[in-house]
T-cell receptor, first 120, second 110 residues
């Protein structure tokens, strides 16, 4: 079975450039999560989508970050303009949330292998 | 504020030397506690979900337990392939999101 697919695996770019990270969730999953992982702060939730709608974006650090989910099989996380402090590993995860009891499902989240982002 | 604290930050064991990792949490309304394993360069891999105090789950050399304040991941007779970072996360009632601890990096030497 195909898991969560992220691209690119590695991205190195200069400060000020636009960065776009991509994610394909597991087929049939209706919840998608973007995380950022650093040594200092660990794994932090950035944004959570349910049925392609952003539900919680309180973890998005600032307006330079934006995320979209145009359909059930694709999501993007964009940083514009990028800064060196954005350097981290970015993970996408997906799960199935019971539509009748939104917010009450505790199905495990399945993670992709991440995008390692370096901003010079 | 909800918090998840894992200890120790790092643990080095000899092959066959059993030990436990700790995950303590302060949340209101725990709905589930999750354990994940993360290998270098990979995303977290799901291991267990625990729902209520007293619950235990096992998988090979791993056993996870849960109390009202903490969870333990017991590793029995570990092998070098058990070397990884182990993450715990909590889910609060009414939410689908997870709050992660910073993890315990386990190294098992042959």
């Amino acid at each position: 079975d195909a898991g969560v697919i992220q691209s690119p695996r590695h991205e190195v770019t200069e400060m000020g450039q636009e960065v776009t990270l991509r994610c394909k969730p597991i087929s049939g999953h209706n919840s998608l999560f973007w995380y950022r992982q650093t040594m200092m702060r660990g794994l932090e939730l950035l944004i959570y989508f349910n049925n392609n709608v952003p539900i919680d974006d309180s973890g998005m650090p600032e307006d330079r970050f934006s995320a979209k989910m145009p359909n059930a099989s694709f999501s993007t996380l964009k940083i514009q303009p990028s800064e060196p402090r954005d350097s981290a590993v970015y993970f996408c995860a997906s799960s199935f949330t019971d539509r009748v009891r939104i917010g009450r499902s505790n199905q495990p989240q399945h993670f992709g292998d991440g995008t390692r982002l370096s901003i010079l | 504020e909800d918090q998840v604290t894992q200890s120790p930050e790092a643990l080095r064991l000899q092959e066959g030397e059993s030990s436990s990792l700790n995950c303590s949490y302060t949340v209101s309304g725990l709905r589930g506690l999750f354990w994940y394993r993360q290998d270098p360069g990979k995303g977290p891999e799901f291991l267990f979900t625990l729902y209520s105090a007293g619950e235990e789950k096992e998988k090979e050399r791993l056993k996870a337990t849960l109390t009202k304040k903490e969870s333990f991941l017991h590793i029995t007779a570990p092998k070098p392939e058990d070397s990884a970072t182990y993450l715990c996360a909590v889910q609060i009632s009414g939410y689908s999101t997870l709050t992660f601890g910073k993890g315990t990096m386990l190294l098992v030497s042959p």
